[in-house]
């Protein structure tokens, strides 16, 4: 039985204690937030043992094997680096720390105490990624050429979302960064075009360029976009494949010959009865209970404590995390001086 602490008890906080709870051979023993009441309203939810008002207190009285930091991003480093130096495995959160600095001296305190870090990169474990990626390994799309990547915002952010220095964009393009790596690899190049808010400090929308050795990527994230959507669409120089990571529904689309009219006409048909198999099937998974929120973060949170129970790397490599987070700091560079 594995011991776990929740640090942060916001919105994620409330997610993370669902999900754990339907784990086996997992056991939260605590959980701690500045703000006590809210600590103990979560606590009515869920069978947990201790409540606390800081992690020092949850890692002397509850002594968890395993620590959830869902917290602000700039409480991430601290936190992180305490519970690996008390000798617990750590998961943290998207964006991993606010400087590069901070990443790595979290990587080091992982290292150093011989415990398992994982940052929650949990679009890679989605689904529809993870059958993208096996049809692009398989070469089902013919040479990959390129990857576009789009991020919506939610429509009510934490209010410490606001009081990052370069946007909103800073919370959520973590996860545009690493679609866009797990399939064209890391980037060679940057370019970023940033829209700013009405206070002309603050990027609201946010358009990046990416070269790869073998292609490029765009990505862009918008704070305004109704409604709320992730889209990734996979360029190969024989199909191409739209993942829509909101209704975890994929489509191909491959090219036809024949008269124009022919081939718009097939082309049509071959989305259109995609669309009608993949919603009829959603729709009958939803009816029988079979689908579940958070399918990704589920199985990122299945392979940390694998790892664990293996004395296994983290399932999100940390070199992968840190180039991250350079990448933000040089978008933030790059937003802050255009041109």
């Known amino acids: 039985m594995i011991k776990v602490g929740i640090v942060g008890c916001g919105h994620m906080g409330e997610v993370h204690l669902n999900l754990l709870r339907g784990m ?19 606590a009515a939810k869920g069978p947990v043992g201790f ?11 509850a002594k968890p094997d395993a620590v959830h930091i869902l917290t602000p991003l700039f409480t991430h480093a601290p936190l992180a680096c305490a519970a690996l130096r008390a000798g617990c495995h750590v998961y943290v959160e998207k964006p991993m720390a606010l400087t590069s600095q901070e990443a790595r001296s979290m990587a080091a ?9 994982t940052v929650g990169h949990n679009n890679l474990f989605s689904p529809v990624v993870q059958e993208a ?5 398989a070469g089902y799309l013919g040479r990959l050429v390129g990857v576009d990547v789009f991020h919506g915002s939610l429509p009510i952010h934490a209010p410490w979302v606001h009081q990052l220095p370069s946007g909103p964009w ?4 973590d996860h545009l960064l690493y679609l866009s790596r797990l399939f064209m690899g890391d980037a060679e190049a940057i370019r970023a075009i940033g829209f700013p808010h009405a206070d002309n400090a603050r990027v609201d929308e946010l358009h990046l360029a990416l070269r790869h050795a073998g292609g490029w990527s765009s990505l862009s994230y918008s704070s305004g976009a109704v409604p709320f959507q992730i889209r990734v669409t996979l360029f190969g120089d024989q199909r191409t494949v739209e993942l829509d990571l909101i209704s975890e529904i994929t489509v191909a689309r491959r090219r036809y010959d024949g008269h124009p009219w022919l081939r718009k006409g097939l082309l049509s ?17 939803v009816l029988t209970g079979h689908e579940r929120d958070w399918v990704g973060l589920r199985a990122l949170m299945d392979a940390f404590y694998k790892a664990i129970a293996e004395a296994a790397p983290s399932p999100v490599p940390l070199d992968h995390c840190l180039r991250i987070v350079e990448l933000k700091e040089e978008i933030a560079r790059l937003v802050k001086e255009p041109g």
């Open 24 to 42: 086996r051979n997992i056991r939260v023993v605590g959980i701690a937030d500045q703000d006590l009441e809210r600590a103990k309203g979560l």
């Open 51 to 61: 409540v606390a008002g800081d992690l020092e207190t949850l890692l002397e009285r």
């Open 109 to 117: 305190a992982a290292t150093e105490n011989k415990r398992v870090l």
């Open 133 to 137: 990626r096996r049809r692009v390994d």
């Open 170 to 173: 800073f919370n959520d393009v």
């Open 269 to 285: 048909l071959d989305v259109a009865s995609q669309l009608f198999f993949r919603t009829g099937r959603q729709a009958i998974r």
